[in-house]
């Protein structure tokens, strides 16, 4: 039965691919003009970009067009919905005990949604996740958080707020870090997205070193890689705009149902659809574990860091219309 439900998944995920790419044009515009934003906030505190991404964003809507498939007629649009928690910190469970760490900036998660009303049924049939951790040039230059790039790379279990388990993700594609670079800087765009494990392996940093430094921060040997403009590296790092384009493609992103289940469980999307490919993941495994009400006692927030978690949900919806 399952692997009926998968051949009927990938033949809906052919369908939204193939809308979304006769549209190609206008979406990557629209995203990509998400860059001139960051560009116009690059001045401001962390927390104050966090916001207004997210702020763009809950108010993208897009019409895609029409498709067809094996006699019957969809209509294709994208629709954004956010949400955000007060209080950001997990804490992690690592083989010397309990770390404190940032969960992260904004999670985003893409779900291609079948709206069908011969079934009378929401379903995600494919889709991804990804998650932001946002630093301004200058503090990522004084070295990044050991214990927030050992989560980023490893995932191992951790709890948050009343929530016990573990992402079963790609980090590769799941983790990343949104450089805001220096507003006085010579590059046109002021957004670097790169993913926080190949990070870590062009400076060399591996699992035994982060977990050595894990009370302290790991600073940069060149710190030409927050640029654009790496020479001699394979690390490309994207805009903001380029990588919700790849995003929303599903290029980037780790097709967790553990994620989802989070998103779920800690009200950030109660109301999701069901979801209907069973390959996307396995069983998180939960236990019942008392909310810490409060920040972790080995763990404060520094000046530049604000309190919440953001969650952006970029929907494609494909609607029965015949």
Same mark, same amino acid.
């Given at each position: 039965?399952?692997?009926?439900?998968?051949?009927?998944?990938?033949?809906?995920?052919?369908?939204?691919?193939?809308?979304?790419?006769?549209?190609?044009?206008?979406?990557?515009?629209?995203?990509?003009?998400?860059?001139?934003?960051?560009?116009?906030?690059?001045?401001?505190?962390?927390?104050?970009?966090?916001?207004?991404?997210?702020?763009?964003?809950?108010?993208?809507?897009?019409?895609?067009?029409?498709?067809?498939?094996?006699?019957?007629?969809?209509?294709?649009?994208?629709?954004?919905?956010?949400?955000?928690?007060?209080?950001?910190?997990?804490?992690?469970?690592?083989?010397?005990?309990?770390?404190?760490?940032?969960?992260?900036?904004?999670?985003?998660?893409?779900?291609?949604?079948?709206?069908?009303?011969?079934?009378?049924?929401?379903?995600?049939?494919?889709?991804?996740?990804?998650?932001?951790?946002?630093?301004?040039?200058?503090?990522?230059?004084?070295?990044?958080?050991?214990?927030?790039?050992?989560?980023?790379?490893?995932?191992?279990?951790?709890?948050?707020?009343?929530?016990?388990?573990?992402? #079963?993700?790609?980090?590769?594609? @799941? $983790?990343?870090? /949104?450089? +805001?670079?220096?507003? %006085?800087?010579?590059?046109?765009?002021?957004?670097?997205?790169?993913?926080?494990?190949?990070?870590?392996?062009?400076?060399?940093?591996?699992?035994?070193?982060?977990?050595?430094?894990?009370?302290?921060?790991?600073?940069?040997?060149?710190?030409?890689?927050?640029?654009?403009?790496?020479?001699?590296?394979?690390?490309?790092?994207?805009?903001?705009?380029?990588?919700?384009?790849?995003?929303?493609?599903?290029?980037?992103?780790?097709?967790?149902?553990?994620?989802?289940?989070?998103?779920?469980?800690?009200?950030?999307?109660?109301?999701?659809?069901?979801?209907?490919?069973?390959?996307?993941?396995?069983?998180?495994?939960?236990?019942?574990?008392?909310?810490?009400?409060?920040?972790?006692?080995?763990?404060?927030?520094?000046? #530049?860091?604000?309190?919440?978690? @953001? $969650?952006?949900? /970029?929907? +494609?919806?494909?609607? %029965?219309?015949?």
């Amino acid at each position: 039965m399952c692997l009926i439900i998968v051949d009927v998944g990938m033949a809906f995920l052919g369908l939204f691919r193939s809308a979304l790419l006769s549209n190609y044009v206008k979406l990557r515009r629209d995203l990509l003009s998400v860059d001139g934003l960051i560009n116009s906030v690059a001045s401001k505190s962390e927390g104050e970009i966090n916001q207004s991404l997210v702020n763009k964003l809950s108010s993208y809507k897009a019409y895609v067009g029409k498709v067809g498939f094996k006699g019957r007629f969809f209509e294709a649009t994208i629709e954004a919905e956010t949400a955000k928690s007060h209080g950001r910190i997990c804490q992690m469970q690592l083989p010397s005990g309990k770390k404190g760490t940032e969960l992260g900036d904004i999670m985003v998660l893409v779900d291609y949604i079948l709206d069908d009303f011969v079934e009378h049924k929401r379903k995600i049939i494919n889709g991804s996740a990804s998650i932001i951790q946002t630093k301004k040039e200058k503090f990522a230059k004084q070295g990044l958080n050991a214990a927030q790039l050992y989560l980023m790379t490893q995932w191992p279990p951790f709890q948050y707020k009343g929530f016990s388990g573990r992402f #079963d993700v790609f980090p590769d594609s @799941f $983790a990343f870090y /949104l450089f +805001v670079l220096d507003p %006085t800087s010579p590059e046109k765009e002021k957004s670097s997205v790169v993913s926080a494990p190949m990070l870590t392996r062009y400076l060399g940093i591996d699992k035994t070193r982060l977990t050595n430094s894990i009370n302290g921060k790991v600073k940069f040997s060149n710190p030409d890689l927050l640029s654009k403009q790496i020479v001699g590296c394979s690390l490309i790092p994207l805009t903001v705009g380029s990588y919700l384009f790849r995003a929303l493609n599903l290029a980037l992103g780790s097709p967790s149902i553990e994620v989802r289940r989070f998103l779920r469980e800690k009200d950030f999307f109660p109301l999701m659809e069901e979801i209907e490919d069973c390959h996307l993941g396995t069983q998180t495994q939960k236990t019942q574990m008392i909310d810490d009400n409060g920040k972790p006692h080995d763990y404060i927030l520094s000046d #530049d860091e604000d309190e919440y978690v @953001f $969650a952006v949900r /970029l929907k +494609v919806i494909l609607k %029965t219309i015949g």
